[in-house]
């Protein structure tokens, strides 16, 4: 049997996929599990996010999941307790030597620059120590009924970097003369009160999307905008301002469950000695609006990434 | 904001409030069992039965009030298995959804003879798993949201006051403010002066005509509406009146739809469907959904489109609606209205018919060319999982899994996530079938955790 | 994980036979594209460039000076700002002189495609120099963030370059003063 004792993983984000993320893993029996993040958790969480409940609301996500975790003493499969470590803070803060000490590393967060931070610290970490340390991470994403997961082991398989041409464009951008002059759509109006009438009547202030005041000023120009221009201002309802200046993206707990659940079949298959970094494959996609379907497939290393092309 | 928020705007308040008064029967308590009513109940779903094969349980992450306060708002009865009170169909009639995860074949054997309402059953076998959609009738959607769809814009048959809309611009090309008309009215211009030519009218011959009109136009203007009418130039030739293939299979499946609740009102729906596809009125043509896409234009011309649409798709409705009225039946208005913004995108999909495999499924499934060899041992282990005919006495099952020792526990942790992961498909389908809303599967959905593969077959 | 560490002991052999290789210099990815693509410019004489921020907070300073159309003899400048999100976001562009062009708006808006809906992670630095200075070479008043001077030009291309030379000298339009952009010779 393999031996599990030494075995610790690192835990981005403990939203949607995190909750799946480690409750899995504490079934899984990792002795050893440490989660970061710097959110507090909110009413619109919880129809996903598990570990947390209404009384949580405004506590640290990393502090109320370990808490929750740790309060269920489920049996390590080293004999030990599973322990979930939690850390209420921005991950880029954290230090290479300690992102260094560990086995593996989960990651189901919302942000790119994140991801693209600890990747980079990863290939480092594998090109100052001379490939001694090579950390696999596993990443995630999900969205609505869509997901994906990535396992990138740097220098061996195509890291986050490699494969930052199959991301979607974040946002949904308007020209800014067709929100200037002829808006047609309701979100084209949003968008210019939004980059051009807030920036121009609050210069020294940056717009706060959590900030009610900040809203109704953007929901009240929107609206008068719309009138302006013959626009039809009853789809200009809170939830669908909020929704576009927020760039909400839709989440469901059924599919944090299935991408969560890739990611730590990953896990599984590393720690277990199933996965084969030469041809197992890397990347899998999931969507299940229409049916089921998933795909899975290799993604080659880019020869001159700028990020891992340094490890040869 | 609502706690649903996030959910709703992938179903609407119509599914949440379908999914919140769905009443949920689960058979089985094991962990794939929890998982499903954890996926459930996180959405808002409030109606659960969960129903036993034992005292009891496995090691659970979901214990006691763990699961409640997900949903304060939610009834979970817990009722142990009753052969007796459970092999006859009314005590399974209330349910609007049973999702199977039991592996006891006595249990097993009495659902496979009794009618059930839509089911799910599903199944976990080390590194791999299944989800089975299974009832007698067809299930159809209103609103299956397709991720792309070709807008209807009748631009090779328009209604009169759409032709008299787009004839009403003046084309004189080289005159300069042309920059603001949309390509509805660019494509349309094109299309009748190839039509005027007596040439064939062909996508490419649009396109052509098109790319002759950039040439013509003002230097110094960008002409991005006239590269975006050539991008969508294929809409000059889409046939409005040629029913679309989902569409002429619902058409087909709905004499078997049952005659109560939703499939009732779909059945309705569709007839009166036919009825107005062979009036004089609709001309062959579906109700148009009244939504235009975003194109370049200005404000005013993009406004009188839309209002032109939108009209005409009011119009229609009204004339539906009026040969909905003679079933006698009363359809709530939003649901008319829902319906017709849909018809191009109404979807069926047929389940498994009957919740035992067909002992010949397998084999069927080796014959079909496509399909690998090792998705058939997959799946036969997972039946032989499931269905095991050996184990029929469960007091047996119960001894053998006490004996199972602490190291045999521990192995089995491994395969946590290959549970979570069906247990998430079997919610998701759930949603899908309880909501009508999305396509769910059609029928047998097989995943493979070592190779990161999954299937759909129709067994 | 023993497939794995067998493949790291085979790369360490063979490291130690090849000696060392490079270090990343940063340690955002952002800035290290940043820095490629700064690299890899290849500037024309019309603009000037300017880097002195560029490691404190991640801003390029840019001064064009077309030296042909309506807008030869000035010289403008914008700021271009990199986010972590870089390049998967464009940066942020702004025209820190007030001008007077029927694509700026006097607060400094640009409006230029590759910087919104057309912006590709494969563009960079160099795509928005010259998608800039492409601006003052062919204005576009089909695309007007400033209306008044779209119309002006597309009215009369004669009264919209008296209207530059104006604007251009710290003059007012429309009840709107600009800034005194000409180069001093």
């Known amino acids: 049997m393999t031996d599990l004792s030494n075995v610790s993983v690192l835990v981005l984000g403990a939203g949607g996929l995190g909750c799946e ?76 030597r300690f992102i260094a000490s560990f086995t593996l590393i989960v990651s189901g967060l919302d942000s790119i620059e994140a991801r693209r931070f600890v990747n980079t610290q990863l ?190 | 904001m609502d706690k649903y928020d996030r959910q709703l705007r992938l179903w609407d308040r119509r599914g949440q409030e379908l999914l919140t008064e769905a009443r949920i029967c689960i058979v089985g308590q094991s962990s794939l069992g929890q998982e499903v009513l954890k996926n459930l109940l996180l959405p808002g779903a409030s109606n659960f039965t969960v129903i036993t094969e034992k005292m009891q349980s496995d ?19 817990t009722v142990c298995w009753d052969t007796n009170q459970m092999a006859n169909k009314h005590f399974w009639e209330k349910f609007d959804l049973v999702v199977i995860v039991t592996t006891y074949f006595k249990i097993l054997e009495v659902l496979s003879k009794v009618k059930l309402p839509r089911s799910l059953i599903c199944c976990t076998h080390e590194f791999s798993g299944y989800v089975r959609f299974i009832s007698p009738h067809p299930h159809f959607v209103i609103e299956s949201h397709p991720q792309h769809t070709t807008p209807d814009l009748r631009i090779m048959n328009p209604w009169t006051e759409l032709k008299y809309y787009l004839e009403s611009f003046d084309f004189t090309l080289e005159e300069d403010d042309f920059s603001d008309v949309p390509y509805i009215v660019i494509i349309y211009q094109a299309l009748l002066s190839v039509k005027k030519r007596g040439d064939p009218v062909s996508r490419d011959a649009i ?158 499934l080796s014959q079909q060319q496509d399909a690998p060899t090792d998705l058939v041992k997959l799946l036969t282990d997972l039946i032989n999982k499931q269905f095991k005919i050996s184990d029929a006495d469960s007091k047996n099952k119960m001894d053998t899994e006490k004996q199972s020792n602490s190291e045999m526990k521990s192995e089995s942790k491994k395969f946590y996530p290959v549970i979570s992961l069906i247990a998430g498909i079997a919610a998701q389908e759930s949603i899908k079938i309880l909501t009508h809303q999305f396509v769910p599967i059609e029928n047998t959905f097989v995943y493979n955790g070592i190779s990161n593969q999954s299937w759909t077959l129709k067994l | ?63 064009i000076y077309p030296d042909e159309g309506f807008y030869a003899g000035g010289h403008f400048k914008f700021s271009l700002h990199f986010k972590d999100t870089y390049p998967i976001e464009a940066p942020q562009v702004k025209c820190t002189s007030k001008i007077y062009h029927p694509n700026i708006d006097p607060q400094g808006n640009v409006c230029l495609n590759i910087l919104r809906e057309d912006w590709s992670p494969v563009l960079d630095v160099q795509s928005i120099m010259i998608g800039l200075l492409l601006l003052f070479l062919e204005p576009n008043p089909n695309d007007p963030l400033n209306k008044a001077a779209a119309m002006d030009f597309k009215d009369s291309a004669a009264n919209f370059a008296k209207n530059v030379a104006i604007a251009m000298r710290g003059g007012s339009l429309y009840g709107e003063r600009y800034d005194y952009v000409m180069q001093k010779d």
């Open chain 2, 59 to 77: 090691q659970s992450f979901f214990e006691g009030g763990s699961l409640m306060r997900l949903n304060p708002r939610a009834s979970i009865e």
């Open chain 3, 1 to 63: 994980m023993l497939k794995l560490r067998q493949m790291q002991k085979q790369k360490q052999e063979q490291l130690k036979s090849e000696g060392t290789s490079q270090a990343l210099k940063h340690t955002k990815a952002s800035q290290i594209r940043l820095q490629k693509d700064l690299n890899n410019v290849d500037l024309p004489p019309t603009i000037q460039i300017d880097t002195c921020d560029v490691a404190r907070d991640c801003t390029l300073y840019l001064q």
């Open chain 2, 207 to 364: 396109k052509e005509e098109i790319r002759g009109m950039r040439a013509l136009v003002h230097e110094g203007t960008t002409g991005a509406n006239l590269y975006e009418a050539e991008r969508f130039a294929h809409l000059a030739t889409a046939q409005s009146e040629k029913v679309p293939d989902n569409l002429v299979r619902c058409f087909e499946l709905l004499d078997q739809a049952p005659e109560n609740g939703f499939d009732q009102t779909v059945q309705i729906l569709l007839k009166s469907l036919k009825i107005y596809l062979g009036s004089d009125y609709s001309d062959k043509q579906l109700p148009l959904s009244g939504s235009i896409p975003d194109m370049i234009s200005s404000t005013e011309n993009y406004n009188n489109l839309k209002d032109l649409y939108q009209k005409k798709a009011k119009e229609d409705v009204k004339y539906f609606s009026s040969i909905v009225a003679k079933s006698r039946v009363h359809i709530p208005d939003t649901v008319i209205n829902t319906f017709c913004k849909n018809t191009k995108n109404l979807r069926v999909v047929l389940p498994s018919r009957s919740l035992c495999f067909r002992p010949q499924a397998t084999q069927i």
């Open chain 1, 21 to 96: 993320i480690l409750k899995n893993l504490a079934m899984q029996g990792i002795p050893s599990i440490h989660v970061v993040d710097m959110d507090t958790i909110e009413l619109t969480n919880l129809n996903r996010q598990f570990l947390f409940s209404e009384a949580d609301i405004g506590k640290s996500k990393a502090h109320v999941a370990a808490e929750f975790i740790n309060g269920k003493r489920i049996p390590a499969a080293d004999g030990t307790v599973v322990r979930v470590t939690p850390y209420f803070q921005d991950l880029t803060l954290f230090d290479k």
């Open chain 1, 123 to 312: 290939v480092q970490i594998t090109l100052e120590t001379k490939y001694e340390k090579c950390i696999p991470f596993i990443d995630g994403g999900s969205e609505g009924w869509k997901g994906h997961c990535k396992t990138i082991i740097p220098g061996f398989t195509a890291c986050y970097e490699c494969s930052l041409g199959t991301l979607p464009s974040k946002a949904e951008s308007y020209p800014l003369c067709t929100i200037a002059n002829s808006p047609r759509l309701p979100e084209h109006v949003i968008e210019y009160v939004l980059t051009v009438q807030w920036p121009r009547e609050f210069p020294d202030q940056e717009f706060d999307g959590d900030q009610d005041p900040h809203l109704n000023w953007i929901i009240e120009r929107s609206i008068q905008r719309a009138r302006l221009f013959g626009i039809d201002d009853t789809a200009l309802t809170r939830e669908f301002v909020v929704g576009v200046v927020k760039n909400i993206i839709p989440s469901v707990a059924s599919t944090n469950a299935v991408v969560a659940a890739q990611c730590c079949n990953e896990v599984t298959k590393l720690l277990y000695n199933i996965y084969d970094p030469e041809s197992s494959p890397n990347f899998v996609v999931y969507n299940g609006d229409d049916g089921c379907f998933s795909y899975s497939f290799t993604h080659e290393r880019l020869p001159d990434c700028l990020i891992c092309g340094v490890l040869q």
